[in-house]
């Protein structure tokens, strides 16, 4: 927070114009020129609309406050480079993403975007519902429970945006569950093209908050994987590594001569002066061996974190992963609805198909005997309309021959086993 200084104003300004057209504004530790266009005839405003955000300050006691900040003081603060920054713009859309960075860690997790350091979190402010209740689940547990809990505070604030992110996609995925099962029972029992199209749309909501959750869970999958990750995003351990170094260098500075005396090796030796040296070998050695103490402490202190993190990015994975099935299940669900519906269209389209068959039977049967009246219609002379009951049993025969026929059609189809009858 104290390396955010002030820039030096220009010296050829007189007082009132600097006093007028230069406003400063500190806020805890964060200093922020404004610099009107007016002041300044000629000069170009340029990014100003865009490059300063309201953001939401979290310390390590719960007091949060809210801030204007521009992205360069942002980055000069966190020690974070400019597309670390745009994971948090919310004018851009990125997929959910955890980074681990020298001071700072960014989270970038469905709504919640934010850097968290080892004494800070850094939030976007936003009316979304997910950052409200994360500015105020966590200021609510820092302050509650800050004897109790032993994870350090980066720790603490990247669970708390794990825990509500993993909440919200399972609620979505709820929500989704409970909005879908009816609409394909529905389509089940009565296929309608309202129903498809209903179905369709969540189906495409299906396939996005799939990726979404998948997104979420292969990024805390990669987290595990990687120490290296995890080791960069213990926050607190390298802080106080840092401050123990400077508070060495600042000791060794303390006791070091002002100048440096030249002593002749034949001149002697008094007994004050050895005496002296004696103690700073002595002070040196003990400094040395308490500073090999202190890294190899720090280092196993450093794989217990680790296992820490790795414990606490395990219980979220199984959370999200447990998410994640509940969508492949749906989606398999979805899935046997739609080969059911396909195999209940298929099984109407194989009866129109029967239908068809028994429709043109009946017509090539019909046509013979159509053809056979035709026949007997016309007007030529023949011995049969001599006797007044000879059309008759050319009737009658031909309409046996004809249903003789129709059966005939019949039995060859069962034997085709074209359709069962």
């Keep these: 927070m104290e390396g955010l200084g002030a820039s030096s104003l220009p010296s050829g300004l007189p007082g009132n114009a600097t006093s007028h057209n230069l406003g400063r504004v500190i806020l805890d530790g964060y200093e922020i020129n404004h610099v009107p266009v007016s002041g300044f005839p000629g000069l170009k405003k340029r990014g100003h609309a865009h490059g300063s955000h309201s953001w939401i300050k979290i310390d390590e006691c719960g007091n949060s406050k809210i801030l204007e900040l521009d992205k360069a003081t942002v980055m000069r603060h966190c020690s974070l480079p400019a597309r670390d920054l745009r994971l948090l713009d919310p004018l851009f859309i990125y997929p959910s993403t955890i980074l681990g960075r020298e001071n700072a860690i960014v989270v970038s997790l469905e709504k919640i975007r934010c850097i968290i350091t080892a004494d800070e979190v850094i939030l976007m402010n936003s009316l979304d519902a997910n950052v409200v209740q994360y500015k105020a689940e966590l200021c609510k547990r820092l302050q509650t429970n800050k004897e109790s809990d032993d994870l350090p505070f980066e720790f603490r604030a990247l669970e ?60 805390i999958e990669h987290l595990m994987d990687d120490d290296g990750d995890m080791v960069e995003m213990y926050l607190t351990e390298k802080k106080q590594r840092q401050e123990a170094y400077l508070i060495s260098e600042i000791y060794s500075e303390t006791n070091v001569p002002v100048g440096p005396r030249l002593v002749s090796k034949s001149a002697p030796v008094s007994p004050v002066g050895s005496t002296s040296r004696v103690q700073k070998l002595q002070r040196a050695f003990s400094s040395l061996s308490s500073s090999k ?129």
């Excluded at 993993?166 to 989704?176: F, G, T, Y």
């Excluded at 009565?190 to 199209?197: A, K, M, R, V, Y």
């Excluded at 296992?307 to 959370?319: K, P, R, S, T, W």
Aim: charged share 20%.
């Design 160 to 219: 708390l945006a794990l825990e509500l992110t993993c909440m919200s996609l399972d609620a979505q995925v709820k929500e989704l569950e409970m909005e879908i099962h009816p609409v394909l029972d529905e389509l089940a029992s009565s296929i309608s093209t309202l129903n498809l199209e209903r179905v369709r749309r969540f189906k495409g909501q299906l396939l996005a908050l799939t990726q979404r959750v998948q997104k979420v869970c292969d990024e």
């Design 293 to 421: 103490h202190g890294s190899l402490t720090g280092s196993s202190n450093g794989g217990e974190n680790i296992d820490q993190l790795e414990m606490l990015l395990e219980a979220y994975f199984v959370g999200i992963d447990n998410t994640l099935n509940k969508l492949l299940s749906l989606k398999e669900y979805i899935d046997d609805t739609e080969d059911f519906i396909n195999i209940k269209l298929g099984n109407v389209q194989n009866q129109l198909i029967q239908f068809e068959l028994l429709l043109t039977a009946a017509t090539f049967v019909a046509t013979n005997f159509a053809v056979l009246t035709g026949i007997f219609g016309m007007n030529f002379e023949a011995m049969v309309f001599d006797y007044p009951y000879a059309f008759n049993w050319v009737i009658i025969i031909s309409g046996v021959f004809c249903g003789m026929l129709y059966v005939s059609f019949l039995i060859y189809f069962r034997h085709k086993k074209v359709f069962p009858l």
